[in-house]
Nanobody, 122 residues
């Protein structure tokens, strides 16, 4: 059973970096596509990035290209999100999720973690 646990969030200042981690404690990564999403208070859940099992198909939200990098280590059942040059508008709860097949619609992701909070102050 896929059991996703995020970590690495925190409170930082504008321009800082953070690296989020998501581990599958159930160790059943399989061939699932892994995605990162975020949700700010009062807003809908927003797609950030996804990566396929082989790591050769990656897609980012257009507005985040160049600042965020997704990666995965299948041997560690983990997926990561490196976030650089953080801005106050990046403040949100960040979630990792898993699905079969490629896509950025959160409704198509079957497994979700509990989230990790990222707060960026001016």
């Amino acid at each position: 059973q896929v059991q996703l646990v995020e970590s690495g969030g925190g409170s930082v200042q504008t321009g800082d970096s953070l690296r989020l981690s998501c581990e599958d404690s159930g160790r059943t990564f399989g061939s699932r596509v892994m995605g990162w999403f975020r949700q700010a208070p009062g807003k809908e859940r927003e797609f950030v990035a996804y990566i396929n099992y082989g790591g050769d198909i990656i897609w980012y939200a257009e507005s985040l290209k160049g600042r965020f990098t997704i990666s995965r280590d299948n041997a560690k059942y983990a997926v990561y999100l490196q976030m650089n040059s953080l801005k106050p508008e990046d403040t949100a709860m960040y979630y990792c999720a898993a699905r079969y097949g490629l896509g950025s619609d959160p409704n198509d992701y079957e497994w979700w973690g509990q989230g990790t909070q990222v707060t960026v102050s001016p």
